[in-house]
Structures are given as structure tokens and as C-alpha cells.
T-cell receptor, first 117, second 108 residues
Framework: DAGVTQSPTHLIKTRGQQVTLRCSPK?????VSWYQQALGQGPQFIFQ???????QRGNFPDRFSGHQYPNYSSELNVNALLLGDSALYLC????????????????FGPGTRLLVL | LAKTTQPISMDSYEGQEVNITCSHN???????ITWYQQFPSQGPRFIIQ???TKVTNEVASLFIPADRKSSTLSLPRVSLSDTAVYYC?????????FGKGTRLSVIA
């Protein structure tokens, strides 16, 4: 049973470029959340996708956008890259939306480390 | 969302029990307390979740006093492989809100 997978593992871009990161959720999971983790900090929530729609969004600019496909896989797109976008980008999957009581357990992938020069 | 406070770092010798305490004075009635573990260059991994009193699984125990304003993650007999960052999260459902966590270093 494959866990959450992400690609690529590492990426180097220059300022102003655009990047697309990919995520395949754990088998049986239909909800994907994206997080940004700067060095020495905890992960910060970017957005969550369920049924191919963005359901929740954190405090990130519109340069950050996403997509979810019918097979539940997801992409994170970042436009007009800034030096401050350098971070580990984590994808987490879970089942369904919130509302079942308690914090839902999210399964994280290994992340994509993005370096913007 | 309730804010959490936990020590920045802790050191322990192998075989000892480690207790990491998290303060969450503004916890709401519907909030749960969840702990995640993160190794370098990996995503966080769920350890344990609780609402009140004590929860135990094969990895750790979670102690929550009656006022729920704090919680303690207990790791029995730690090994070198337990060296990681431990995050205390408080909230109801998503999104998960992470602080800076506690960096635990286990020494041989």
C-alpha cells in the first residue's frame, strides 16, 4: 500500500519563474492538503482540495494555486517565484472533509525541497 | 485557534523516559490535542491524539489534566531513532496548525 508520494524531490528555480509540484495521496484517501515548511519552522497550511475544489485556504497569496484531478492526485503551482518561496513543500492526504470530530489524521509525503535563486 | 507553547529543545539519554509538555491555555471545548513527529527531510508523522485524561498507544502516552490547559507527551525508553522534532497541535478538524515544535536529541 503506497503512502503519499511527491515529485520531484528537489527543485532549483530562479526568481520570477513558475513551478509545479505533484502529489499522489495515500491509497483510499480523497483529500489533499499542501503545506510550506521554511527552515527551522513548522509546516504552514497553504490550501486543501476535496472533490476537485479548493475547500480551505491559508494565508498565502494568489501566486499559489492548485488543482486536484479525478484520481485525487494534486498539483501545487507557484507563479512569479520569490527568494522567500524557498522551502520544503509538503503534501498530506486524508479521508473526506472535517466534521467527524477530532483533528483528522493526515498522512504526509516526504516533501519537495524548492530552492529559488 | 488555540496557540501552543512547548520547549524549543530537549536532550535525553538512550533508555530514559522523555516527557514533553505543551501549554495551550486558550483551548476550546471542541479542540483535540494531537502530536506529530518529524525526522529531517521527511514529512510529519502522526503519533497520538487525545481529548482528556490519558491516551496510550504502542508509541507513546498522552496525559491531559482536567482543565486541558496543558498536555504531556511521554515517550518510554527512547532510542537514538527517536531524535526528531515533536509538534503539539490543538484544534478541531483542519487545517493543522503547527508551531516550531520541540527538537529532541537522544544521546547514546
Amino acid at each position: 500500500d503506497a503512502g503519499v508520494t511527491q515529485s520531484p524531490t528537489h527543485l532549483i528555480k530562479t526568481r520570477g519563474q513558475q513551478v509545479t509540484l505533484r502529489c499522489s495521496p495515500k491509497s483510499g484517501h480523497d483529500t489533499v492538503s499542501w503545506y510550506q515548511q521554511a527552515l527551522g519552522q513548522g509546516p504552514q497550511f497553504i490550501f486543501q482540495y476535496y472533490e476537485e475544489e479548493e475547500r480551505q485556504r491559508g494565508n498565502f497569496p494568489d501566486r499559489f494555486s492548485g488543482h486536484q484531478y479525478p484520481n485525487y492526485s494534486s498539483e501545487l503551482n507557484v507563479n512569479a517565484l520569490l527568494l522567500g518561496d524557498s522551502a520544503l513543500y509538503l503534501c498530506a492526504s486524508s479521508i473526506g472533509l472535517a466534521g467527524r470530530g477530532g483533528q483528522e489524521t493526515q498522512y504526509f509525503g516526504p516533501g519537495t525541497r524548492l530552492l529559488v535563486l | 485557534l488555540a496557540k501552543t507553547t512547548q520547549p524549543i529543545s530537549m536532550d535525553s539519554y538512550e533508555g530514559q523516559e522523555v516527557n514533553i509538555t505543551c501549554s495551550h491555555n486558550n483551548i476550546a471545548t471542541n479542540d483535540y490535542i494531537t502530536w506529530y513527529q518529524q525526522f529531517p527531510s521527511q514529512g510529519p508523522r502522526f503519533i497520538i491524539q487525545g481529548y482528556k485524561t490519558k491516551v496510550t498507544n504502542e508509541v507513546a502516552s498522552l496525559f491531559i489534566p482536567a482543565d486541558r490547559k496543558s498536555s504531556t507527551l511521554s515517550l518510554p525508553r527512547v532510542s537514538l531513532s527517536d531524535t526528531a522534532v515533536y509538534y503539539c497541535l490543538v484544534g478541531e478538524n483542519t487545517p493543522l496548525v503547527f508551531g516550531k515544535g520541540t527538537r529532541l536529541s537522544v544521546i547514546a
